[in-house]
T-cell receptor
Framework: AQSVSQHNHHVILSEAASLELGCNYSYGGTVNLFWYVQYPGQHLQLLLKYFSGDPLVKGIKGFEAEFIKSKFSFNLRKPSVQWSDTAEYFCAVMDTDKLIFGTGTRLQVFP | DGGITQSPKYLFRKEGQNVTLSCEQNLNHDAMYWYRQDPGQGLRLIYYSQIVNDFQKGDIAEGYSVSREKKESFPLTVTSAQKNPTAFYLC?????????????FGDGTRLSIL
């Protein structure tokens, strides 16, 4: 079965810093990949998704992710973070009609 | 507005008691899911259902039970056999089987042991 690794458990940044959160999945073939965000006290929201085509995917709120098949990776990036980006971020891969999630990365952005 | 409704938002359980968490969706989605969220462990799949009257165990099904008698409803029962039930429980749904559509999530139910 698929598994997902998120290597950064807790990231602390100042506003305007650049962000990259790592995500690796366990095996290749055709993969459907997702990044979800959970703002404090809110439900999980979809940031972006990759199914096929251009490996650079743009999502909401200025986030993007790059699918690198050779590295089994789908890292999330944002050039300049804001205080409002403080949240928990989850990478996920679709495995036979169910989503498998990573353990999440808690991002704290300080003004 | 279409969405997923989980109730209650907060739930307290006494030792040895079964409790049932409600999940209702009006999105006409075929598939529904229950996850458990614990700090540092992400979301772990408890049970999922791809069609009415059918469901499958996820990674941590022990101590839980579900039913899927209606397309829009997928209640989760936390039984007394679940020794560590304190967690945040999330329900999700997704459209047609085999589609590559993402899951939609409810607001969650936080369960605590008295």
């Amino acid at each position: 079965a698929q598994s997902v690794s998120q290597h950064n458990h807790h990231v602390i940044l100042s506003e305007a810093a650049s962000l990259e959160l790592g995500c690796n999945y366990s095996y290749g073939g055709t993969v459907n990949l997702f990044w979800y965000v959970q703002y404090p006290g809110q439900h999980l929201q979809l940031l972006l998704k990759y199914f096929s085509g251009d490996p650079l995917v743009k999502g909401i709120k200025g986030f993007e992710a790059e699918f690198i098949k050779s590295k089994f990776s789908f890292n999330l990036r944002k050039p300049s973070v804001q205080w409002s980006d403080t949240a928990e971020y989850f990478c996920a891969v679709m495995d036979t009609d169910k989503l498998i999630f990573g353990t999440g990365t808690r991002l704290q952005v300080f003004p | 507005d279409g969405g997923i409704t989980q109730s209650p938002k907060y739930l307290f359980r006494k030792e040895g008691q079964n409790v049932t968490l409600s999940c209702e969706q009006n999105l006409n989605h075929d598939a529904m899911y229950w996850y458990r969220q614990d700090p540092g462990q992400g979301l772990r799949l408890i049970y999922y259902s791809q069609i009415v009257n059918d469901f499958q165990k996820g990674d941590i099904a022990e101590g839980y039970s579900v039913s899927r008698e209606k397309k829009e409803s997928f209640p989760l029962t936390v039984t007394s056999a679940q020794k560590n039930p304190t967690a945040f429980y999330l329900c999700a749904s997704r459209p047609n089987l085999g589609s590559n559509q993402p899951q939609h999530f409810g607001d969650g139910t936080r369960l605590s042991i008295l």
